[in-house]
Every structure is written in C-alpha cells, then in structure tokens.
C-alpha cells in the first residue's frame, strides 16, 4: 500500500507492509525531491526509539546529583507512573519556586505537521498551568532578527519579500554571493516543501548567462550548474572583503551618492570609517586582503564589475551565525545601498537565500490555521542562544538590545522538539550546565544525547504515527498526513499526553477546550478553508482533503522585487526605522555604547584569532547543514549513514592541510581544542579551502566520558565550537567561528552508542529503589 507523508524536507509516497514502513520515495510532481526521505523507514522502526517512558535512575531514587545527568542509566515505568510523576514535580515547582523556575524554550524544529507541532503543544499546556520562561529568536538566522529592524526592517517579513529568481534570471548580470547558496540547504523548509524548485531556477540563471561568484570556503556552496567563480575568503572576514569593495566604490568615485542622499541616513560616518578618519586605518583592498586572503586586484576588479552591471549581493544565513555575525549584513546593505540598486529588479541585496527551499522562489496566499498557544502569564525570556549561560548563571545578569536583564533561577527544563545537544555551542558547557536544575523533562522520539540527559523521558510517535497536515510557513502547498502505522512501543502523541497530565492537574478542559486531537485538525483545517476562500481559492471539506493528494494553491507575488515599494516612494512606503530610511548609521545602537557593536558597520577578528589561538589551533571549523539529513534528525537512517566514514561523520580536509598531517581519505581521525574533542571520518577534497575543515552537523552526539575531554566518538563539531554568541547586541549562536587541530587517529576506534538504547536497570535493582518496590505489581 503507498501513502503519502510530509516532512520539512518535501513529500514522500510511503510504501507500507505488515503495519510498517518500508521505503519512502518522492512525490511525482516534485522536480527534485530530496533523498532525506530515504532515512525515515529505518529510524522509524529503528532501534534509537524510545519505546517506553523512562525515569533517570538517580533521580528516581531521590539521589538526583549521584550519577551526573548523561551518564546515568533509566528505568522504565508505565505512562499512569510517569505522568503522576511529572504532574507532582510540576506542582512542586511551581508552588516553590514559582514559574519563572520552569524553563520551556524548547527550541528546534521537530517534525512537519501543523496540529502535531511538538513546541506548539507544550507551550499550550504550559500556559493553561501558570506559565514558563520562553526563548526569543532562532539559531538560524538571529544576528539578523536582532539587527535588520534597527536598520532596515522586520527581518522575517522582509526575507519573504526577497527578490524572486525569475526576476534575477531576466535581470541580473552578476550574483555575488557570501557563503555560497548550498543547494544542499534549499531541501528543506519550515513546516514542509512540496516542489523544490531551486535547481530549476539556478538552471534558468546560468542559461540566461547571469555571471555568479562564489565567497565561500567551501565551493561546493555554489551548484554546478552556476560555473561560479570561486573567490574563498578565510572564514569571518567577510566585512573586511565588504569593506575593501565598498573603499575602492568611494575611492573611485563610483558609488551612488543620489540613491545614499535620498534613500539612507548615516552614510557620512560608514565613509570616514572606510576612510578612517578615526583609527588612522583606510579599510581599503590592501587592508582588506592581509585579512581575508583575497588578492587585492581581484577585490578591485570585483567591485568595479559590481558598479558597471546589475549586481545582487547575497548572503547566506551561515555568514552570519559567527563572531560579530551582524556586522557583514549591516555592510552588506551598506555595500548595496552605495551601489545604488536596492529596489531594482535584479539588484541591491537579499540575505538569507538559501537557507530554505522556498525564499525567492515561491510564497504562501493566505495564512494557514493553527492551534492556539493560549497566552503566558509569565513575560520573561532569554535570548535562544543563552541556555547555558541561564542555567549555569542563576539570577546573573546579561546585554541583549542595550538592556541590562536578569536570568531566571531555574529548576526545571522541559525540552519537546528540540535537540540542544546537537544544536547549542561548546557541548561540554551544555553539560556541566544540565547538572544545574532540579529536573528535566525530555518527550522524544530517539534516545539522543538529549534525552540521555533527561530525568524523565516520554515517548511520542513521530510523524507518519499520527494524522496531520503539511503546510509549509513559506510553501504554497497543503499535504495530507494521514497515519501510516501504529506508535512504536508505548509512543503516545503529544496531546494525549498533555491531556492527561491536565486531567491529573484539575484542568482538563483548559487545555483541551473539550475537542479530541481529531476536532482540532479539523477545526485548524476550516480555518483554514475559510482563509482560502478569502483569498478567493477553493478547499475541500476535510475527509476528502486527508484521504487525497497534495493540493497546490497560487504564489501571491511571483514576479516581487525587494523594497521595490520603498524604492519607488520613500515617503509613502518609508521603511519602519526611526528615520524611516536605511540607516548606515542608527543612533539607538550607538547610543547603546557595546563593545562588541557599533552605531555603523565596522570590522572585529573573530575572537579564537584574535586571542592568538591560530598557533595551536590552525584549521578554521565550518559546521553546516548535513546534505543527508535534517540537522540531528533521522541520523540513524540509511542515507544518513551511508555517508558516514567507519561510523563517523565525514569532515571535509583540504589535500594540503591533509598531506601535512598523514591523513588520507577513509582515516579515523580527531579533531580538538581546548574546548572539546571528537574523532570524524576523513574526506580530503580541494572542495574545502586550504586551512578550514568542514564538518556536518547533526551526528548525534556520542560522549565518552572517560577519555580525555569526555571525547565524542561520532563526529559533534559542537564540541569544539565556542558559546561566546556573535555580540551582546543580539546574543546569536556564532558557531562558524572556531579554531581546530587535527589529527590522525591510532587508538581503538570505539563502538557508536547513541544509535542504540541506553543502559537500563535490571529488574532485580530496581527492586532495591523503594518507590519501585511500591510500584511494582
Ligand atoms: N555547529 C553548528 N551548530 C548548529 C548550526 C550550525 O550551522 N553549526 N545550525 C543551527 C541551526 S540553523 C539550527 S535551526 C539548529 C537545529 O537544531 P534542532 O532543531 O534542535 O535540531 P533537530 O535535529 O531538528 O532537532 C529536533 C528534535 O526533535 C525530535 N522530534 C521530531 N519530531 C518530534 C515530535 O513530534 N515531538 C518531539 N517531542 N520531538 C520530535 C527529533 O528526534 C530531534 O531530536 O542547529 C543549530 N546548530
Ligand atoms: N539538507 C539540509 N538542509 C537544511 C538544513 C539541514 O539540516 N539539512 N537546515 C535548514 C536550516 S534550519 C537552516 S537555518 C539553513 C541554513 O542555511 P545556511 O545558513 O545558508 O547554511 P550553512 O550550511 O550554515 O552555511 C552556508 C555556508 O556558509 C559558509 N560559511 C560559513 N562561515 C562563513 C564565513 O565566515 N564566510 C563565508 N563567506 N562563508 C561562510 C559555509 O561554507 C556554509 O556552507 O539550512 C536549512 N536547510
Ligand atoms: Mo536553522
């Protein structure tokens, strides 16, 4: 029998027998649906799942400190035990400590679904229950969250407007691109993707002979198909490249001084930084190639091309998620707006293509229908990126948007959909700072390193154990869910959970507002009906809808030029800044007097070089997105795997950093610094520029805590990351900036474990546990 299921990554016909699924393959009509599919068959019935609900043992026994949290084993209980569990942990917390002590961020990106959505569901509950300290922000792209508004506008709104590909094939001569535009990224999109039309589009621009460049380490980050010229700059100093560009504009008189006057404010004070008026330094092609590792000539070539033709600068998310990562998108938009074309079509900047399948090629008609959270009574939050600063810092004080705040005292962490130790930064801080509160609660669907790190453990079904629909945040697309197989073991869905919890707690129908999962879907689903047929499209009722195919629905604005509007009356469509203008210079930052940020764009090393690191740690460490997976998500799975080098993950080493260390393609080797270690499985390839490595992200991270900084044996570039965040401005996760030694590796390679079940008491122990003995029937 064959099903269809959605995923961030785009749609999959499932091929189901003997209630389990065994192969998942693209849908027809996609162009180019994404391999990731090929990983949901086995992690779903795979032997990572979290069959049952499972309590740390230490914790249970009252001795929660004995083993530390990660390193414990569990027990297993049943649901009615667990659930009295953290209905009375709940009540507990909640009546000493308050709830500002309930920590529920719970960042990530769970899996596509609009009702099922895992962090939706939590905060609905937590809401009905007093409340909890959210995050604010993403790991995406939070450095321009936290700037764009300050300079331009709201960012999330503005990546939607981005200039469409067709627009750029017709228009543009030349793409200059900071980081490349990984195809491998354009896979995925938030909430789902039904046609991935990126290749397409990429194909329509080389045919029509657009001209692109590739500032990337790795080049690869440019498709094929683009013949790219690859221009690889050391990595976080992409605002010096910027710079050197925007110094030989002024010095040859070839910036727009019309656009800057009318369109800008603060252009004065970029110019005598370029100049430098202050610090005696021009920031001219020479400075700038002594950083960046570009020839000079080629920076002045660049930017003389840049100002003769049509010219979109594109910068992608990664560029930013380092140190001081706001300060090459305030130069970007300083760079474009000195070239005059923002607003052209074809012309001025976009940050952030890439960083899904859908920004610039299609967008959603109306918005789609959705649960509600209900509202927090509690206002606190912190920013995303701050979790272990929070939990190892209570009441500590911390910057964010030129406010002093203060960090909540947390005792307990409740994480759904998330997977932070795969996402946060400096994993063995994470670590030491998940020892620190009173409990956590983890609902998964796979033993990761996360829920290893759990007092309590609730097993939920994954996305094709339950009945849903896929509707993209930037697709315009509607995708059936139905359920294809029962939940794995005792996997509930979300809601039955939360709903008996709020049962056990006194207040069922606060959350449940009386409706059944299935009354929700399709009340969400006539919501959205009705928005549709606002927007003068046509829906079916829902049985017909779940029992279908995909339906597609119009793009509202297939031909959008960015700031179009504000280029063509910028009185009339001024922009929502202070000065209603782009500020080159904002007053409300530089009133804010950072260290770490300037009233203007302005250039900082990345902070490992500028503490001098480079003599011990000489490699630049890139960790992007993995081709083979959704960040940690699935990693079991066969496509994930089959990529993997003797079990680890491939880290991509350049043939002469490789031949220097006696390190050959398929070695076991180790990568480290003073911060953490792990072994990776070796690729050499001049894909990689000389002196980075590059290294996936997402192999779940496996400690081995008793060798030397409790190495991971899988290949977390996590651990060797650092938690600084890119400024106090905007307190981003800067994961790009990290300095590393490699090495090849000549012990034992170890076993992974992570893919496998935890250790679990045995019966016979769990005698010994007094609360067990009561419980046991
Ligand atoms: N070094 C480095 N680190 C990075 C990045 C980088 O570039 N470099 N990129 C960052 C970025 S951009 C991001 S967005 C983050 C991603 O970080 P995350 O979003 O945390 O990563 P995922 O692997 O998607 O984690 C989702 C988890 O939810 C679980 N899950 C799936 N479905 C459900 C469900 O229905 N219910 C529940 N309860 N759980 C479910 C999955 O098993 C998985 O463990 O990583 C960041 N980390
Ligand atoms: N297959 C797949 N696709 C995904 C995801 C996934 O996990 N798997 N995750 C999705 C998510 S949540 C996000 S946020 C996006 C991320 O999308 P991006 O942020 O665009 O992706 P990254 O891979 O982090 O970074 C892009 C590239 O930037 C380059 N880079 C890094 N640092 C620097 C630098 O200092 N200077 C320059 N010039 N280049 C640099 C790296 O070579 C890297 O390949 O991808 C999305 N798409
Ligand atoms: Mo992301």
Same mark, same amino acid.
């Given at each position: @029998?064959?099903? /269809?299921?959605?995923?961030?990554?785009?749609?999959?016909?499932?091929?189901?027998?003997?209630?389990?699924?065994?192969?998942?393959?693209?849908?027809?009509?996609?162009?180019?649906?994404?391999?990731?599919?090929?990983? #949901?068959?086995?992690?779903?019935?795979?032997?990572?799942?979290?069959?049952?609900?499972?309590?740390?043992?230490?914790?249970?026994e009252g001795r929660a400190n004995a083993v530390p949290r990660g390193r414990d084993s569990f027990v297993e209980v049943n649901w009615d035990h667990a659930l009295d569990l953290v209905a009375k942990e709940l009540t507990r917390v909640r009546q000493t400590h308050g709830n500002r002590a309930i920590f529920a961020g719970s960042y990530g990106w769970s899996s596509a679904g609009r009702f099922h959505h895992a962090q939706s569901q939590l905060k609905r509950f937590?809401?009905?229950?007093? &409340?909890?300290?959210?995050?604010?922000?993403?790991?995406?792209?939070?450095?321009?969250?936290?700037? @764009?508004?300050?300079?331009?506008?709201?960012?999330?709104?503005?990546?939607?407007?981005?200039?469409?590909?067709?627009?750029?094939?017709?228009?543009?001569?030349?793409?200059?691109?900071?980081?490349?535009?990984?195809?491998?990224?354009?896979?995925?999109?938030?909430?789902?993707?039904?046609?991935?039309?990126?290749?397409?589009?990429?194909?329509?621009?080389?045919?029509?002979?657009?001209?692109?460049?590739?500032?990337?380490?790795?080049?690869?980050?440019?498709?094929?198909?683009?013949?790219?010229?690859?221009?690889?700059?050391?990595p976080g100093t992409d605002t010096a490249l910027m710079m050197g560009l925007a110094y030989t504009l002024f010095a040859d008189g070839l910036h727009d001084q019309a656009f800057l006057d009318r369109y800008t404010v603060g252009f004065d004070h970029a110019r005598d930084y370029l100049l430098g008026v202050q610090d005696g330094q021009a920031k001219d092609a020479d400075w700038a190639a002594a950083i960046c590792g570009v020839d000079a000539n080629k920076i002045r070539s660049l930017a003389r091309q840049?100002?003769?033709?049509?010219?979109?600068?594109?910068?992608?998310?990664?560029?930013?998620?380092?140190?001081?990562?706001?300060?090459?998108?305030?130069?970007?938009?300083?760079?474009?707006?000195?070239?005059?074309? #923002? &607003?052209?079509?074809?012309? &001025?900047?976009? #940050?952030?293509?890439?960083?899904?399948?859908?920004?610039?090629?299609?967008?959603?008609?109306?918005?789609?229908?959705?649960?509600?959270?209900?509202?927090?009574?509690?206002?606190?939050?912190?920013?995303?990126? @701050?979790?272990?600063? @929070?939990?190892?810092n209570p009441c500590g004080s911390y910057q964010y948007q030129g406010q002093s705040r203060t960090f909540p005292d947390t005792r307990m962490v409740w994480w759904a959909g998330g997977n932070p130790f795969h996402h946060h930064q400096d994993l063995n801080k994470l670590h030491a700072a998940f020892q620190r509160p009173e409990t956590v609660i983890v609902n998964e669907v796979n033993w990761t390193a996360t829920a290893r790190h759990a007092d309590i453990v609730l097993p939920v079904a994954m996305a094709q154990e339950r009945m849903d629909f896929g509707a993209g945040k930037s697709d315009n697309a509607l995708v059936p869910m139905p359920q294809l197989v029962v939940p794995a073991g005792e996997a509930r869905i979300e809601y039955d959970i939360y709903t008996g919890l709020a049962a056990r707690l006194g207040?069922?129908?606060?959350?449940?507002?009386?409706?059944?999962?299935?009354?929700?879907?399709?009340?969400?689903?006539?919501?959205?009906?009705?928005?549709?047929?606002?927007?003068?499209?046509?829906?079916?009722?829902?049985?017909?809808?779940?029992? &279908?195919?995909?339906?597609?629905?119009?793009?509202?604005?297939?031909?959008?030029?960015?700031?179009?509007?504000?280029?063509?009356?910028?009185?009339?469509?001024?922009?929502?800044?202070?000065?209603?203008?782009?500020?080159?210079?904002?007053?409300? /930052?530089?009133?804010?007097?950072?260290?770490?940020?300037?009233?203007?764009?302005?250039?900082?090393p990345p902070r490992d070089v500028a503490a001098g690191k480079l003599a011990h740690y000489p490699l630049a460490l890139l960790s992007g997105q993995p081709k083979t997976r959704l960040h940690s998500q699935l990693d079991n799975g066969a496509y994930s795997l089959s990529h993997k080098i003797n079990g680890r993950e491939p880290v991509l080493i350049n043939p002469g950093d490789a031949a220097a260390r006696g390190i050959q393609s398929g070695d076991v080797v180790e990568l480290f610094n003073d911060r953490g270690r792990c072994l990776a499985g070796a690729r050499v390839s001049d894909e990689v520029s000389a002196g980075c490595l590059f290294l996936w992200t997402g192999a779940w991270y496996d400690p081995d805590f008793d060798a030397e900084q409790a190495r991971d044996r899988h290949g977390n570039p996590n651990v060797l990351t650092h938690d600084q965040r890119t400024s106090s401005l905007t307190q981003s996760p800067a994961a790009h900036s990290a300095l590393v030694e490699i090495r090849k590796y000549d012990g034992p390679v170890p076993t992974i474990t992570v893919h496998a079940q935890p250790r679990f008491q045995s019966a016979d122990d769990l005698d010994k546990v007094p609360e067990m003995r009561a419980k046991k029937t």
């Open positions: @029998m064959k099903k /269809i299921t959605a995923s961030h990554w785009g749609i999959g016909i499932a091929t189901v027998q003997d209630g389990k699924v065994t192969k998942v393959q693209g849908h027809p009509n996609d162009p180019a649906s994404s391999q990731i599919n090929a990983n #949901i068959a086995d992690s779903l019935h795979g032997a990572a799942r979290v069959l049952r609900p499972a309590i740390r043992k230490s914790w249970l937590l809401n009905t229950q007093g &409340g909890f300290v959210r995050s604010e922000g993403n790991y995406s792209y939070n450095a321009a969250l936290g700037l @764009m508004p300050h300079i331009v506008g709201p960012y999330r709104t503005h990546v939607a407007q981005a200039t469409r590909w067709s627009v750029i094939a017709q228009n543009t001569d030349l793409v200059v691109m900071f980081g490349g535009m990984a195809e491998r990224n354009t896979q995925v999109s938030d909430g789902g993707v039904a046609r991935h039309r990126m290749s397409d589009n990429l194909q329509a621009c080389a045919n029509a002979g657009v001209k692109f460049v590739n500032i990337s380490p790795l080049r690869s980050d440019a498709a094929d198909v683009l013949d790219a010229e690859w221009m690889p700059a050391r840049m100002a003769e033709q049509r010219t979109m600068i594109s910068v992608a998310a990664g560029v930013q998620r380092s140190d001081y990562g706001e300060q090459p998108l305030w130069m970007a938009v300083t760079l474009a707006a000195m070239l005059g074309q #923002i &607003g052209l079509p074809g012309g &001025g900047y976009v #940050i952030g293509y890439g960083v899904n399948a859908n920004i610039g090629n299609i967008e959603r008609p109306f918005r789609w229908g959705t649960m509600s959270q209900g509202a927090n009574p509690v206002e606190d939050f912190i920013p995303v990126a @701050m979790i272990s600063e @929070m939990l190892l207040n069922v129908e606060h959350f449940t507002d009386g409706k059944s999962a299935g009354d929700w879907l399709e009340e969400i689903w006539e919501v959205t009906r009705q928005r549709a047929a606002d927007a003068e499209v046509t829906l079916p009722e829902w049985h017909s809808f779940i029992a &279908g195919d995909v339906i597609d629905v119009p793009d509202p604005s297939p031909n959008q030029v960015f700031l179009a509007e504000f280029r063509s009356d910028p009185e009339a469509h001024s922009l929502p800044t202070p000065s209603g203008r782009i500020e080159l210079y904002s007053d409300v /930052i530089a009133g804010f007097r950072l260290d770490d940020c300037k009233g203007h764009a302005a250039w900082f």
